[in-house]
């Protein structure tokens, strides 16, 4: 494998949890979309496994698949998976805040306290947050 598609695995692997949040599943309906356990997933989500490049064509195409009608999915595996263009630190804290944010809308928060959650948030996060709530979140 090559060190940019080992790179591609571990930006999936690394954001499994935060992507599978904010398309509103659980463990164990991911891991049946793709066809593996709920154990599975949480192995992968934490770390004790190390997913395959099977693992990640399966899960890359199930998230792709439901991006197409989840605008808020799409932008987030833009900013942590596809934009190329992003430095290492860019990269870094657009994990950090869709992991903010997937976890911010699994918890019910308001978009009121989310905004002063992450302060002076990139233009492009803002209008995307700006989006989601004013989704049914």
Do not use: C, P
Not at 27 to 47: I, M, P, Y
Not at 68 to 74: H, T, V
Not at 75 to 90: G, S
């Amino acid at each position: 494998m090559s060190t940019d598609e080992l790179l591609e695995i571990k930006k999936l692997q690394s954001n499994l949890s935060s992507l599978r949040r904010l398309a509103g599943w659980t463990a164990e309906d991911l891991g049946r979309k793709v066809g593996v356990t709920k154990q599975t997933v949480s192995n992968l989500e934490n770390n004790r496994t190390r997913m395959s490049k099977t693992q990640y064509i399966a899960l890359r195409t199930v998230f792709d698949y439901e991006a197409r009608k989840n605008q808020n999915l799409a932008r987030a595996l833009h900013l942590v998976l596809d934009d190329r263009d992003a430095t290492k630190a860019e990269h870094k804290a657009n994990e950090d805040k869709v992991k903010t944010v997937a976890a911010a809308m699994a918890a019910g928060v308001s978009s009121a306290a989310l905004g002063a959650l992450l302060g002076a948030a990139s233009v492009a996060l803002g209008a995307w947050l700006a989006e989601i709530m004013d989704d049914d979140y």
